[in-house]
């Protein structure tokens, strides 16, 4: 959902405008765990901080709202996103049926070259875990669910399933921190390498075991 900078006269792509800089400098925040659901957005810190005015800085949150992760009341302002428990199993739900589709869409897998992007998130994974980056963590796990969706080259499913990631990611942020705090991260890169290795193995029903135990709903207590 990023806005793509016009080209120049020179043909050369502008800098990434304010609006954009600021969605992405918020994303990462409350994706990695830097804000907390319910946290109020201020928009004088804000703009302070970034330093913008108000006009960008609103269009940003409005982006995020439709992201799902910041939700807007009036005359209160804006507040990173929550979830209820049973939005949480909602979405997750809603993920393992889209995750199983695309496995029984996506096999046979007879080319490994198909399979470089997938390998690729999971070397992302190993990488921020061994430097305790929880955010490059939480964008590499979401990359390596979306990698396996594409195996179905299903436009509109891939398109459904990472709205479901974005909000879910949202949720597991504050986990990943949890598994940063206690040595637990390297769990969650045995977790996926158990998959990839399912996936590797060109086995659809071991995909899907793995799948059904991959620890989705470990995120919710």
Known sequence: MENVAAPSDTGALE??????????????????????????????????????????????????????????????????????????????????????????????????????????????????????????????HRRFHVALVALASNRQLAWVHESVLVKTQLYMAINLRREADTGHGTHNVLRHQRLYDAVAGRDPETVLSELAAHGARQYIS
Do not use: C, K, N
């Open 15 to 140: 800098t990434p405008s304010l609006v954009d800089l600021a969605v992405a400098r918020l994303r990462a925040d409350i994706l990695s765990g830097g804000t907390e659901p319910g946290e109020r957005l201020v928009e004088e810190q804000l703009t302070r901080r970034f330093g913008i005015s108000r006009a960008p800085l609103r269009e940003a949150l409005r982006l995020l709202a439709q992201q799902g992760l910041v939700d807007h009341f009036p005359r209160r302002g804006a507040r990173v996103a929550t979830l209820t428990d049973a939005d949480l199993q909602q979405l997750y739900g809603v993920r393992d049926l889209l995750e199983r589709y695309a496995v029984e869409q996506a096999f046979p897998i007879d080319d490994p070259r198909r399979l470089v992007a997938l390998h690729a998130e999971l070397d992302a994974m190993r990488a921020a875990d061994e430097v305790g980056d929880r955010f490059a963590m939480a964008e590499a």
